[in-house]
Nanobody, 125 residues
């Protein structure tokens, strides 16, 4: 599975951006998909996951502001980011687990097998 993230850019605090992650292949619906982010000088952190079953979970820091979704017909997972804050500034990565696997330790990057290249989100105050 190859993943291509896009949609990053510059936003003002309180603004919105929508990230997309396009996946190769014809079995996209079998993969649980997650978003992580890494700010300068910090470790990569979990943002959100949408399991292949459709179950969704969020990090507490983005709950109520971000929304993850997927379109299996388009092989794409999205991250709608509203109410952006300067602390949301980071490189955002999409990732996929193994086929048919529920990611129980969803915040653990080791659960994910495939990673995209990242897209930079910068939020100005």
């Amino acid at each position: 599975v190859q993943l291509q993230a896009s949609g990053g850019g510059l936003a003002q605090a309180g603004g919105s951006l929508r990230l997309s992650c396009a996946a190769s292949g014809r079995t996209f619906s079998r993969y649980s998909m997650g978003w992580f982010r890494q700010a300068p000088g910090k470790e990569r952190e979990f943002v959100a996951v949408i399991q292949w079953t459709g179950d969704i979970s969020y990090a507490d820091s983005v709950k109520g502001r971000f929304a993850i979704s997927r379109d299996n017909a388009k092989n794409t997972v999205y991250l709608q980011m509203n109410g952006l804050k300067p602390e949301d500034t980071a490189v955002y990565y999409c990732a996929a687990g193994s086929q048919w696997k529920m990611l129980l330790r969803m915040s653990n990057a080791d659960e994910y097998v495939y990673w995209g290249q990242g897209t930079l989100v910068t939020v100005s105050s």
